[in-house]
């Protein structure tokens, strides 16, 4: 099991920039897939992105392509979300999550069930 921290959360104004950071420990997590979720208020949990242990594929929902990056560095154990031109409806609270390289490969990222450990989530508040 790994334990995962989200960092980097605030309030910002529409427009503006915000980069998060989710720090692994308990393990390494190099050649795990790690994904962002992020979950609004009176809202499922939805999937932001994701990014393979080699970097190699990553994967974004429609409405953040173009405007968040997420990237990882193996050597820290941390993978990083950086999201530009924030608009009011990126408001939510946002998790990382890791995949168990046991499971092996899987057809499709975006479902919750394929990740194993969770962190808590930090805040992300984007006004008009």
């Known amino acids: 099991q790994v334990q995962l921290v989200e960092s980097g959360g605030g309030l910002v104004q529409a427009g503006g920039s915000l980069r998060l950071s989710c720090a692994a420990s308990?393990?390494?997590?190099?050649?795990?897939?790690m994904g962002w979720f992020r979950q609004a208020p009176g809202k499922e949990r939805e999937f932001v992105a994701r990014?393979?242990?080699?970097?190699?594929?990553?994967d974004y929902t429609e409405s953040v392509r173009g405007r968040f990056t997420i990237s990882r560095d193996n050597a820290k154990n941390t993978v990083y979300l950086e999201m530009n031109s924030l608009k009011p409806e990126d408001t939510a609270v946002y998790h990382c999550a890791a995949r168990e390289p046991r499971r092996g490969p899987t057809n499709d990222y975006t479902k919750e069930g394929q990740y194993d450990d969770w962190g808590q989530g930090t805040q992300v508040t984007v006004s008009s």
């Open positions: 990014i393979s242990g080699s970097r190699r594929t990553i």
């Open positions: 308990g393990r390494t997590v190099s050649i795990t897939t």
